[in-house]
C-alpha cells in the first residue's frame, strides 16, 4: 500500500511538473499571414487583437493569452474554404499538485476581407500545442 501511494503521488507530481513550461519559453503573441501583422495585447484584462492597420479587437478571452501553437512555436494558421483562421488560447490552471485545469478557446477567421469571432469554447484540460482542425473551422457557418 505504501507503495502504491509513493507511486501515486509521484505520477501527481510529475504531471505537475509537466504542466509547467520552463522559463525561457515565451507564448506566441504575434503571426503574419497575407501581408497583415497580429499581435495579442492586454486590454484592460482582456485579450485583443492588435493588427497592422492600428486597429484594436477585443476578444472574448481573459489576459494572458496566446496563440494556439505547434511544436515548433509557430502560430498553427489554418486554411479552410478560402478562410484563414487562426485560434487564440487561455488556461486557468490550479495550484499544484492538482493538474486541473480549463481553458478557453476563441476561433478568429478572415473571410472574404472581412474579421469574425467565433463564441468561447470551454474544454476541461491544459493547453495543449495543436488541437484538432475541426475545432478551428466548426465554429462558423460555411
Same mark, same amino acid.
Given at each position: 500500500?505504501? @507503495?502504491? &501511494?509513493?507511486?501515486?503521488?509521484?505520477? !501527481?507530481?510529475?504531471?505537475?511538473?509537466?504542466?509547467?513550461? =520552463?522559463?525561457? #519559453?515565451? /507564448? %506566441?503573441?504575434?503571426?503574419?499571414? /497575407?501581408?497583415? *501583422?497580429?499581435?495579442?495585447? &492586454?486590454? &484592460?484584462?482582456?485579450?485583443?487583437?492588435? !493588427? @497592422?492597420? /492600428?486597429?484594436?479587437?477585443?476578444?472574448?478571452?481573459? +489576459? =494572458? $493569452?496566446?496563440?494556439?501553437?505547434?511544436?515548433?512555436?509557430?502560430?498553427?494558421?489554418?486554411?479552410? !474554404?478560402?478562410?484563414?483562421?487562426?485560434? %487564440? #488560447?487561455? @488556461?486557468?490552471?490550479?495550484? =499544484?499538485?492538482?493538474?486541473?485545469?480549463?481553458?478557453?478557446?476563441?476561433?478568429? *477567421?478572415?473571410?472574404?476581407? &472581412?474579421?469574425?469571432?467565433?463564441?468561447?469554447?470551454? %474544454?476541461?484540460? $491544459? @493547453?495543449?500545442?495543436? +488541437?484538432? #482542425?475541426?475545432?478551428? %473551422?466548426? #465554429?462558423? /457557418? +460555411?
Amino acid at each position: 500500500m505504501k @507503495s502504491l &501511494n509513493a507511486f501515486i503521488l509521484s505520477l !501527481r507530481t510529475f504531471s505537475a511538473y509537466a504542466s509547467t513550461k =520552463p522559463q525561457d #519559453q515565451k /507564448d %506566441v503573441l504575434d503571426i503574419s499571414f /497575407d501581408g497583415r *501583422r497580429i499581435s495579442l495585447v &492586454n486590454d &484592460n484584462g482582456h485579450c485583443a487583437l492588435a !493588427r @497592422s492597420d /492600428d486597429s484594436l479587437l477585443r476578444l472574448d478571452v481573459n +489576459w =494572458p $493569452c496566446q496563440f494556439s501553437q505547434t511544436f515548433l512555436r509557430k502560430a498553427v494558421l489554418e486554411n479552410y !474554404r478560402s478562410a484563414t483562421i487562426f485560434m %487564440v #488560447q487561455h @488556461s486557468n490552471r490550479v495550484v =499544484p499538485p492538482d493538474t486541473h485545469c480549463t481553458t478557453d478557446l476563441q476561433a478568429i *477567421r478572415y473571410f472574404k476581407g &472581412n474579421v469574425e469571432l467565433a463564441p468561447v469554447h470551454k %474544454v476541461e484540460r $491544459c @493547453s495543449i500545442r495543436r +488541437w484538432d #482542425q475541426k475545432i478551428f %473551422v466548426g #465554429q462558423f /457557418d +460555411w
